[in-house]
């Protein structure tokens, strides 16, 4: 790994953030591309704490800590990859359903998703299905994140992808869902294209959907 971009790993693993914007801000100086300094310190890095996680060495605080981390070095890298510099992964519109006002698992989501080069439009919590609509004909994004913590906000899910029928945008967008209580069965049972467990493997679900 390039000298520049280890102080940016290291600092986003241990969840420094003012250590990944001095390490950031250097990069940049130093006239690295901003594309290498996400892709092979940030993403990276973030790749590490998903690890980390799922191995059980980190924990919920851990990968919040470290998402921060992140984000304050994209506030800086933003206005690089704006400039077209960085071609994005796709583009995500986000949200926890209606009911349910529960954000931690959803904005580790986006972070993660992020991190990994995604373009993110949270519409926060408590979505009816009718605003995921609005939004993916306004945005045109590539995947529909829906998160639901609660079993009785479960069916506000269905309800969204109805409602995405209903308007004729289906098949214009991959929709996938997590949250504590949903399962894999429960997304097919709705039709949903795909579903992940948790933040850390989110990143993989989106990638396979747009690859599919």
Do not use: C, W
Not at 114 to 127: P, Q, S
């Amino acid at each position: 790994m390039d000298s520049l971009l280890q102080p940016i790993y290291q600092s986003i693993v241990a969840g420094d953030a003012a250590g990944t914007k001095a390490g950031v801000q250097a990069a940049l100086d130093a006239r690295l591309n901003p594309a290498i300094i996400v892709n092979e310190g940030m993403v990276a890095a973030m790749r590490e704490v998903g690890r980390r996680f799922e191995a059980g060495d980190y924990y919920t605080p851990e990968m919040l800590i470290a998402a921060r981390a992140m984000q304050a070095g994209m506030a800086l890298l933003k206005p690089y990859l704006l400039q077209g510099e960085v071609k994005s992964a796709g583009k995500v519109v986000i949200g926890t359903v209606k009911g349910d006002l529960h954000d931690i698992g959803k904005n580790l989501v986006s972070v993660m998703l992020e991190g990994a080069g995604f373009e993110i439009h949270d519409l926060g919590v408590d979505v009816p299905a009718d605003k995921f609509v609005e939004a993916v004909r306004a945005h045109a994004p590539d995947i529909l994140a829906l998160s639901a913590l609660l079993t009785t906000t479960m069916p506000t899910m269905q309800a969204t992808l109805e409602s995405l029928q209903q308007a004729g945008l289906r098949d214009k967008v991959k929709v996938m869902i997590g949250g504590a209580p949903v399962t894999q069965a429960y997304a097919e049972q709705i039709g949903a294209d795909g579903f992940s467990p948790d933040a850390s493997r989110a990143v993989g679900v989106a990638q396979s959907l747009l690859q599919g």
